[in-house]
């Protein structure tokens, strides 16, 4: 990772003391809070739609030690309406859509992860798995239940919360 290349659709805040590193695009409508870290190590990273990812929280793609000598460079695709909180780690190398991190969680780079899926508050996973949709891993064991119910898609409404002072 020689060089920063950062993207940033219109209608997306990016806080000036985020840390980007690498190849990494931002989609319209995401908000990155202050101390956020994203690294691209092993390759460049996608940002969906209207994701919020907040104060301390990474985002790491990096290569798992048995995968290092790939010839292709692969892409990190996040996708839209996620939900990164406080002090989450997520290494994993796909995420679909309307996940909610929960604050202190950790995903590991084995752990794939669908579309609405919650891995709760100090979750660690790290096992090689696929997470089907509407999984949620919950508790001291990180237990884990499927939803019967599509949830909601998480919004971001920027126009309602955040006021602009004149100049």
Not at 18 to 45: C, N, W
Not at 99 to 127: L, Q
Not at 153 to 160: G, K, M, V, W
Request: aromatic share 4%; hydrophobic share 35%; net charge negative.
């Amino acid at each position: 990772m020689s060089r920063n290349n950062i993207k940033i659709f219109p209608g997306a805040l990016v806080c000036e003391e985020s840390k980007l590193r690498g190849d990494i695009t931002i989609g319209a409508g995401t908000i990155i809070h202050p101390s956020v870290t994203i690294l691209a190590e092993a390759g460049p990273i996608i940002i969906g739609e209207n994701c919020l990812i907040e104060e301390q929280a990474k985002i790491i793609h990096r290569l798992p030690f048995d995968q290092q000598e790939q010839e292709n460079t692969p892409v990190l695709i996040i996708g839209s309406h996620n939900v990164f909180e406080v002090d989450c780690t997520v290494e994993s190398p796909k995420i679909g859509n309307n996940n909610v991190f929960e604050t202190k969680c950790f995903v590991g780079n084995k752990v794939t992860v669908s579309d609405g899926c919650t891995i709760g508050a100090g979750c660690r996973i790290t096992d090689e798995q696929v997470l089907k949709e509407n999984i949620s891993i919950f508790g001291g064991n990180c237990q884990m239940r499927e939803g019967l119910d599509k949830p909601v898609y998480n919004t971001i409404d920027t126009e309602r919360n955040i006021k602009l002072i004149p100049q």
